[in-house]
């Protein structure tokens, strides 16, 4: 059975319609609240946000339904989404909440959801919730309403944990890095930490406004990174986009380092250190081929999973990997973190780049990714897919591809789309492999 709000990473949506409105948000924190109303302690919710306007309004609708029921609300203000799941444990609160669309426009917002392990809800835990949106759900008598309040010292616990990822040997004296925060959650604790850090740096996207948000700047939009790390000089340049859970990087060149290339960087040189688990890597189906083979060549494996960093998180913990993300930029390093973090991550990235006294430039690209080709084909309606003629489309080219390449084929989960990725050793062929399957599609969806 579909789940009819959750979606791959919670709950999202252009706000004030669908699923993210006040009545729907307060809806979510009463079933979330009664979920994990367990024992007779007194029950605890931290929530976070980033920088979107309409932050305002679903934060203070999500009080209301938790403190309803009889939740008392911790409120941290903008904060990352790793920040929050990690408060989640330290504050021994019962859940979590993360208000951010993430990388989506300040249009959007969503709701992400923690247990108190501080990792994201199961399936089991998803449908129970959006089972109790239905109903009529029983509110706490008058004497055990809960209360709200906000911390101060939420950034100074969150910037404390991301130094505590680096090596204490390792300090950042004489690099000079620029930061791209996105306007969004990260605006002060990621330059912070690094500074901290002995960094000097330089800030972009770091004034939120409310609605500028991921607005051509962060990892979605490198180029404002790449220009700032050219014009300043910087050795090196770090983007986080609007919950700061993905990283992307800019070499002192002004060239654009993906996620594939840094988990090949970390996975490679925790393997050297011993301490990569799970002998490999964790990533997706659209992570490049390229990835794979340079981690073969290092003795070490590349599991692939569904897209999307929920999937590759449960690889992880299941198979006891510690590192793993998308291609996208969604670094999950187990070691520090129970979710994408992309300053513990950043960290990790810069350790390397001190130990081996290299520039970015030569640290950072350490195989050439093989062509790589993705197109989107609309229908309207049907399942083109199940169509003998794209079978044997598919089937044709990849026996063609067979040794030298990949196909990957899936529709999206949100929209009526079909993706088609190839990718090859001769962009020549994985050009012919995307527009034969595309035409497939296009003609049985007809």
């Not at 060149?253 to 002998?279: E, N, P, T, Y």
């Not at 999937?311 to 993300?325: A, I």
């Not at 990949?406 to 990718?423: K, N, W």
Request: net charge negative; aromatic share 4%.
């Amino acid at each position: 059975m579909a789940k009819q709000f959750f979606g791959t990473d919670g709950i999202r949506g252009r706000t004030n319609k669908g699923a993210m409105t006040a009545a729907t948000a307060m809806k979510v924190g009463q079933a979330a609240g009664k979920r994990f109303l367990r024992g007779a302690h007194r029950h605890r919710v931290v929530i976070g946000k980033d920088t979107r306007l309409s932050g305002y309004m679903i934060e203070n609708a999500m009080v209301a339904g938790f403190t309803s029921v009889g939740m008392d609300v911790v409120l941290l203000g903008p904060m990352p989404t790793p920040g929050v799941a990690l408060l989640t444990r330290e504050l021994r609160a019962d859940v979590g909440v993360m208000i951010s669309a993430s990388h989506n426009p300040y249009e959007d917002n969503g709701i992400k959801l923690f247990g108190p392990d501080g990792f994201k809800l199961s399936d089991e835990d998803e449908f129970a919730i959006e089972a109790m949106l239905g109903q009529e759900l029983a509110l706490a008598e008058s004497e055990e309403i809960g209360r709200a309040r906000r911390i101060d010292d939420a950034r100074g616990r969150y910037i404390h944990a991301v130094k505590r990822s680096l090596p204490e040997q390792i300090r950042l004296d004489g690099l000079k890095i620029a930061v791209d925060c996105a306007n969004g959650a990260a605006y002060q604790v990621a330059p912070s930490a690094l500074w901290e850090l002995g960094a000097e740096i330089v800030a972009v996207g770091v004034n939120p406004n409310g609605k500028n948000i991921n607005k051509a700047c962060g990892s979605t939009h490198p180029s404002l990174l790449q220009e700032t790390v050219v014009s300043s000089g910087a050795d090196i340049g770090i983007a986080l986009d609007g919950d700061a859970d993905r990283l992307i990087v800019v070499d002192e060149k002004g060239k654009v380092v993906d996620g594939d290339q840094i988990m090949a960087l970390i996975g490679s040189q925790w393997a050297m250190q011993g301490r990569l688990r799970g002998g490999g890597v964790v990533a997706t189906i659209m992570s490049n081929l390229g990835l794979e083979r340079f981690l073969n060549g290092q003795g070490l494996t590349l599991e692939r999973t569904a897209v999307g960093d929920r999937h590759v998180l449960e690889r992880m913990r299941k198979s006891q990997f510690n590192v793993g993300g998308e291609q996208s930029g969604h670094m999950i390093l187990l070691d520090h973190a129970t979710t994408g973090d992309g300053t513990v991550a950043a960290l990790q990235v810069l350790a390397a780049l001190v130990q081996s006294g290299k520039r970015a430039s030569e640290l950072l690209h350490l195989f050439d990714p093989v062509p790589q080709l993705l197109r989107n084909v609309r229908f309207s309606g049907g399942k083109p897919l199940e169509a003998e003629s794209v079978k044997a489309a598919i089937a044709d080219v990849e026996a063609s591809l067979a040794g030298r390449g990949r196909l990957v084929i899936r529709p999206s989960g949100t929209e009526p789309v079909i993706r088609v990725m190839a990718e090859g050793d001769d962009a020549t062929q994985v050009e012919a492999a995307v527009a034969q399957v595309c035409s497939a599609v296009e003609q049985a969806a007809a």
